[in-house]
């Protein structure tokens, strides 16, 4: 099965290259833990303070897409992180932010240009920076060049749940203990496979940019395969573009994601939950110069 895509990559790294985090979600209100504390309402040089600061750190305006240097289109959207270095190129600012909070992007409540707007940043963290540390220096970052404000709120948003249809469900075991997720996409198609029901709702979480809670109670590896429209998915916009590799052909329009799982006797029930979320009241486009 493995071979039936072009490019395998787990979730974790994909949202990386969209940085897209996808972490096990426990449930509604388990969804929307952040690394540090916010308050009802912060002032840039407030929030600023009292975090930690990256040693040396290079913000800018990404070049428009195929003008950056070799290799920038492959890496468009990727927050790479090496020991002692952090590098977002051509990353949405929104995908900062998912990285900075340790959140899921539909936790990112803002304006709209955060999703369209890219930029480059680079930056050099102190010696033994733990995941901890550079989660609270790109909040600083943030803050202390995009003159950003931000504040921490529980709202009750839309959610799916990924619940088993009204005949059971059609899944097969899998015999390959090694399998794990894997996605490519093009041509108005995405093809993905996951290994548990835990795995779909988490991908599926990333592709539809609202929160999807397996609530089938159904545990196991199974083969589950899936190849649907990309029309309408949030994630298509914040991956940069297509996957590298062959992409799916367009031979035939793909189903939507409701129609797909049904093939799994499964179904999505949009349902409302309370989810916290950090809210940027204010930010400036342009960041300040280095």
Sequence with gaps: MKNRFAREL????????????????????????????????????????NLPAFEVASVRR?????????????????????PGRISCIGSPLKLVLIRAYDVKSYQVLGPAW????????IATEPAGATKAQTSAMLQ??????????????????????????KNGPKLKKSTDPDDHAGFTWGNGHL?????????????LTFWMGRPVID???????????????????????????????DPPT??????????????????????????ECIVIDKAEKVPVAN
């Design 191 to 203: 093809r993905f496979r996951v290994p548990t029901l835990d795995h779909l709702a988490r991908g």
């Design 215 to 245: 609530m089938t109670g159904i545990e196991g590896r199974f083969d589950i395969a899936l190849d649907i429209s990309t029309e309408g998915l949030a994630g298509v916009h914040l991956t940069g573009g297509p996957t590298d590799g």
């Design 250 to 275: 367009a031979s035939d329009p793909a189903p939507s994601v409701f129609t797909a799982v049904q093939e799994f006797g499964l179904r999505l029930e949009s349902r409302k939950a309370p989810i």
């Design 140 to 165: 600083r970052l943030l803050v202390d060049r995009f003159r950003m404000s931000v504040r921490r709120e529980s709202r009750e948003l839309p959610v799916y749940a990924l619940v088993v249809g």
């Design 114 to 121: 955060m999703e369209t707007e890219k930029y480059d940043i």
């Design 62 to 82: 990404a070049a428009p897409q195929g003008e950056g240097g070799p290799g920038q289109a492959r890496s468009a959207g990727l927050c790479r992180e090496d």
């Design 10 to 49: 787990s979730f974790g790294k994909r949202v990386l290259l969209a940085s897209v985090v996808i972490v096990a979600i426990a449930g509604p209100m388990a969804v929307g833990l952040m690394n540090a504390p916010l308050g009802r309402a912060q002032s840039p040089k407030a929030a600023a303070s």
